[in-house]
């Protein structure tokens, strides 16, 4: 399609993030993400299996997904993105009814996982993040807030309607009606609102510097010290989280909540998720992002002393909405920070290469919670686990540059072009914003 530079930040732009909103919201990470806490006790009582062999899925997807990464990043940086849209749409939508018709065969339920990270890719956040960066310059904090802030939205208006699903029919209808809202309001939006812009020049001059160093190829990632710095945060951040979310109503109903109760404290949650998102993004339009990224650690590491120390459902719905507010927010800030230390062309491998980061945090840690809980039928082990991770993660936030000093640090490297080297002044100037 024909595009100029007056199409960024305009009235295409708002609808094109509209669809990519409503696809998020009922995409795997709001729809599954946000619900597969109150789908631990069903599986657990209908197919004999343990909490820890249940947690494992998402331990076999952190083993198999960073090896998948840099292709999906190449995929999405080179491959017309609107197909990849559809496609993924209709793929997981037959994979989440795929769920329904399990038996009690745990390896076929380990392949359904594995099937859904390759069917989701198409619909992924990624995917939509990189639609997101082609249509916003000024506004992309914004607009990558808003985006995230859809999922959260997920993790508000999803849990009561699975939870009653579940009570009243069963998780196997709790999964075809997943697969049917992905289908149907999902597909719509991506057919009606998604299109993509094929983008002239960078709209901010200095954007586009290669701010790692090294180059966008895997080996190029691996040789920033950038690259590594933020990989920590994600990966120390990603198993703190992943520790906690994913037994999260679990958690709380071994406390005594009812299975409505938690279901209600996963929507806390997403209301804290979704003005975190919001608020992150309004932020980091305004405020250096690294800064963002030491702060946005420390009120999730608050939660984790709240939910080891407090009873009762008024400390829940603190901690809950604590972790949603403070703990969403860092997708948003992770997407910027990968748009502006690297290439916006590479956008993808650097999202997808910080991305294995975070699935290998967030997926060894929900199986670690369930082999502490099975061995010692408490998750105070894993409270505690999480609460480490996440002064870890301030750590590595703190070593993060700022985007104005990697530039000046690194413009002598050989991967920064000239045109880019004449820019390096408005990027400096411009490092505020960043």
């Not at 909490?51 to 997904?65: D, P």
């Not at 390759?118 to 992924?124: E, H, L, M, V």
């Not at 099975?374 to 686990?385: E, F, R």
């Given at each position: 399609?024909?595009s100029?530079?007056?199409d960024?930040?305009?009235?295409?732009?708002w609808?094109?993030?509209?669809g990519?909103?409503l696809?998020?919201l009922?995409?795997v990470t709001?729809?599954?993400?946000?619900?597969f806490g109150l789908?631990?006790?069903?599986m657990?009582q209908?197919l004999h299996w343990s909490?820890?062999?249940?947690?494992?899925?998402?331990?076999l997807?952190t083993?198999?997904g960073?090896?998948?990464?840099?292709?999906?990043?190449?995929?999405?940086?080179?491959?017309?993105l609107?197909?990849?849209?559809?496609?993924?749409?209709?793929l997981?939508?037959v994979?989440?009814?795929?769920f329904g018709?399990?038996?009690?065969n745990?390896?076929?339920y380990?392949l359904l996982?594995v099937?859904?990270?390759?069917?989701a890719t198409?619909?992924?956040l990624l995917?939509?993040a990189k639609?997101v960066q082609q249509?916003?310059?000024?506004?992309?904090?914004?607009?990558l807030g808003?985006?995230?802030?859809?999922?959260?939205?997920?993790?508000v208006?999803?849990?009561?309607?699975?939870g009653?699903v579940l009570?009243?029919w069963?998780?196997?209808?709790?999964?075809?009606?997943?697969?049917?809202?992905s289908?149907?309001?999902?597909g719509a939006?991506?057919l009606l609102?998604?299109?993509?812009?094929?983008?002239e020049?960078?709209?901010?001059?200095?954007?586009n510097?290669?701010?790692?160093?090294?180059?966008?190829s895997?080996?190029?990632?691996?040789k920033?010290?950038t690259?590594w710095?933020?990989a920590?945060?994600?990966?120390?951040?990603g198993?703190?989280i992943?520790?906690?979310m994913?037994?999260f109503a679990?958690l709380?109903q071994?406390r005594?909540?009812s299975?409505?109760q938690?279901?209600a404290?996963?929507?806390v949650?997403?209301v804290?998720g979704f003005?975190g998102?919001?608020l992150?993004?309004?932020?980091i339009?305004?405020f250096?992002?690294t800064?963002?990224?030491?702060g946005?650690?420390?009120a999730?590491?608050?939660?984790?002393v709240?939910?080891?120390?407090?009873?009762?459902?008024a400390?829940?719905?603190i901690?809950?909405l604590?972790?949603?507010?403070f703990s969403s927010?860092?997708?948003?800030?992770?997407?910027f920070?990968?748009?502006?230390y690297?290439p916006a062309?590479a956008f993808?491998?650097?999202?997808?290469t910080?991305?294995?980061?975070?699935t290998?945090g967030?997926?060894?840690?929900?199986?670690?919670?369930?082999?502490v809980?099975?061995?010692?039928?408490?998750?105070d082990?894993?409270?505690?686990?999480?609460?480490v991770?996440?002064?870890?993660a301030?750590i590595a936030a703190w070593?993060?540059p700022?985007v104005?000093?990697q530039v000046?640090?690194?413009?002598s490297?050989?991967?920064?072009t000239?045109?880019?080297?004449k820019a390096?002044g408005v990027a400096?100037?411009s490092s505020?914003?960043?």
């Amino acid at each position: 399609m024909n595009s100029s530079k007056s199409d960024v930040d305009s009235k295409a732009s708002w609808k094109v993030l509209v669809g990519c909103c409503l696809v998020a919201l009922f995409g795997v990470t709001a729809l599954y993400g946000s619900t597969f806490g109150l789908f631990l006790i069903p599986m657990e009582q209908h197919l004999h299996w343990s909490r820890a062999q249940i947690a494992f899925s998402m331990t076999l997807v952190t083993i198999i997904g960073p090896l998948s990464m840099p292709l999906v990043g190449w995929v999405i940086d080179n491959l017309p993105l609107r197909p990849l849209v559809l496609w993924g749409v209709l793929l997981q939508s037959v994979n989440f009814a795929a769920f329904g018709m399990m038996n009690g065969n745990v390896l076929f339920y380990y392949l359904l996982c594995v099937a859904l990270m390759f069917t989701a890719t198409g619909a992924s956040l990624l995917t939509l993040a990189k639609l997101v960066q082609q249509w916003f310059d000024a506004s992309l904090g914004k607009g990558l807030g808003i985006l995230f802030a859809a999922t959260a939205v997920g993790s508000v208006i999803h849990p009561p309607w699975v939870g009653y699903v579940l009570t009243h029919w069963g998780w196997r209808d709790a999964f075809f009606a997943m697969g049917l809202m992905s289908l149907l309001l999902g597909g719509a939006a991506a057919l009606l609102l998604i299109r993509e812009r094929e983008p002239e020049q960078p709209a901010r001059a200095g954007v586009n510097v290669t701010r790692g160093g090294s180059g966008s190829s895997m080996l190029g990632f691996l040789k920033s010290p950038t690259w590594w710095a933020l990989a920590w945060w994600n990966l120390f951040f990603g198993f703190a989280i992943g520790a906690i979310m994913m037994h999260f109503a679990a958690l709380l109903q071994g406390r005594g909540l009812s299975l409505a109760q938690a279901a209600a404290m996963l929507s806390v949650m997403g209301v804290g998720g979704f003005s975190g998102n919001l608020l992150a993004g309004w932020l980091i339009d305004r405020f250096p992002a690294t800064w963002l990224a030491r702060g946005f650690v420390l009120a999730p590491l608050g939660a984790v002393v709240l939910l080891y120390f407090g009873h009762g459902l008024a400390a829940a719905a603190i901690a809950a909405l604590m972790l949603g507010l403070f703990s969403s927010g860092d997708h948003a800030l992770g997407a910027f920070l990968a748009r502006r230390y690297f290439p916006a062309e590479a956008f993808g491998r650097a999202s997808a290469t910080q991305m294995m980061a975070a699935t290998l945090g967030g997926g060894v840690s929900p199986w670690i919670s369930g082999l502490v809980y099975d061995a010692t039928h408490s998750y105070d082990a894993s409270l505690m686990m999480a609460g480490v991770a996440f002064v870890l993660a301030t750590i590595a936030a703190w070593r993060l540059p700022k985007v104005g000093e990697q530039v000046s640090q690194e413009a002598s490297d050989d991967e920064v072009t000239a045109p880019a080297a004449k820019a390096g002044g408005v990027a400096a100037a411009s490092s505020t914003t960043q």
